[in-house]
């Protein structure tokens, strides 16, 4: 596994909406936000934004969480509809599984993700922070913690929907 896939795949985890969007046609937009929050430069270049990633702690989760807040207020500013997008996105993965007959692969990922997530929470809750590797270990939870989120989102739907009745029964009200 190449250090470029691992990178990406932490921001993926850590901040869904622009991990996805990055490989897409706005990939370029979000390259400059992470770069500008990560390395106080919009124009770092790839290695560069992996190289922040791959030193950082929890700090780069963090600056991660702020760029995609950026990028989604950006978003909004300009019409764009990301939700729409993520659930584009979760039909083609619902559509994948139907062609293909592939329940097991994404329940077994569903499982060791959510082994994953528990177990080092767990972990951290009874034993604490470790002193040697309590870093990673907190990047890595904050990293299945995304997986996880992304996880249910697949399966039960995004919780998107029902924020939305709420804010117009608010408003009706």
């Known amino acids: 596994m190449s250090e470029e896939s691992t990178w990406k795949r932490i921001v993926r985890a850590a901040a869904p909406v622009i991990g996805t969007a990055w490989g897409g046609p706005l990939g370029g937009s979000v390259a400059t936000m992470v770069s500008e ?32 807040l950026a990028f989604t207020t950006r978003m909004r500013e300009l019409d764009i509809d990301v939700e729409k997008i993520h659930q584009a996105d979760r039909a083609a993965a619902r559509e994948r599984e139907a062609k293909t007959g592939d329940t097991f692969t994404p329940r077994a990922l569903a499982l060791f993700v ?22 990673a270990l907190l990047v890595m939870l904050g990293a299945l913690g995304g997986a996880w989120a992304s996880i249910i989102s697949y399966y039960f739907g995004s919780s998107a929907g029902s924020a939305d009745k709420t804010a117009l029964l608010s408003k009706r009200s």
């Open 37 to 68: 929050k990560l390395l106080g430069k919009p124009d770092g270049t790839e290695t560069e934004i992996a190289q922040a990633i791959g030193n950082g702690g929890p700090e780069v989760l963090a600056k991660l969480k702020e760029a995609e």
């Open 114 to 135: 959510t082994s994953g997530f528990f177990g080092v929470l767990g972990y951290l809750l009874i034993e604490g922070k470790p002193e040697t590797g309590g870093d």
